[in-house]
């Protein structure tokens, strides 16, 4: 069956460093998504994306970060500057339409030191 | 503002029990609803997904119904055993100003059966 696949699983990082998150969305999906969980919390919506930009971004989405599609099969989220506030589990999602639902990468732990 | 609750927030049941898990929603302007399985520091694991028209949908010991008119949903676990220990989260899928589509989650139902 295909996946989402997520890297790394874990990362720690220090305070103000730049992190990359990478994932591979199912090849066929057209809708790309970021989520994050802060430990104990709901999963929270980050952004979306679909042809290649943007659909939507929530208000935690700010200039701290960003995502790209660089190459039609990665799909990475950026954070510039981590604060200890960012540590979380983040989430790739992609979609093929609405008749099939979303499916989720495994994650990654991002520890902020 | 789309809004999706589930209650309980956390249950704990004897194995063997049947239980319902509840999820509502503020808007019934939904394209569908998926229910995913989370176990601690884990991923997320679609269990079921009903679109807007149907009624419900069924896998194994799980069942799930789906009330748009009303705002809410229901997951159904029949004969509860201890691996069905984790968190169960409802998502609802809503159209974006873009034309596009996103899930927003619930608040999760931390679900424990005991041995």
Not at chain 1, 30 to 55: A, C, D, H, M, P
Not at chain 1, 86 to 94: G, H, I, K, N, V
Not at chain 2, 13 to 28: A, H
């Amino acid at each position: 069956e295909p996946e989402v696949t997520q890297t790394p699983s874990h990362q720690v990082t220090q305070m103000g460093q730049e992190v990359i998150l990478r994932c591979v969305p199912i090849s066929n999906h057209l809708y790309f998504y970021w989520y994050r969980q802060i430990l104990g919390q709901k999963v929270e919506f980050l952004v979306s994306f679909y042809n290649n930009e943007i659909s939507e971004k929530s208000e935690i989405f700010d200039d701290q970060f960003s995502v790209e599609r660089p190459d039609g099969s990665n799909f990475t989220l950026k954070i510039r500057s981590t604060k200890l506030e960012d540590s979380a589990m983040y989430f790739c999602a992609s979609l093929s339409g609405t008749a099939y639902g979303y499916t989720f990468g495994s994650g990654t732990r991002l520890t902020v030191v | 503002k789309q809004e999706v609750t589930q209650i309980p927030a956390a249950l704990s049941v004897p194995e063997g029990e049947n239980l319902v898990l509840n999820c509502s929603f503020t808007d019934s302007a939904i394209y569908n609803l998926q229910w995913f399985r989370q176990d601690p520091g884990k991923g997320l694991t679609s269990l079921l997904l009903i679109q807007s028209s149907q009624r419900e949908q069924t896998s194994g010991r799980l069942n799930a119904s789906l009330d748009k008119s009303s705002g809410r949903s229901t997951l159904y676990i029949a004969a509860s055993q201890p691996g069905d220990s984790a968190t169960y989260l409802c998502a609802v899928c809503v159209t974006l100003t873009s034309g596009t589509y996103k899930y927003i989650f619930g608040t999760g139902t931390r679900l424990k059966v005991l041995a």
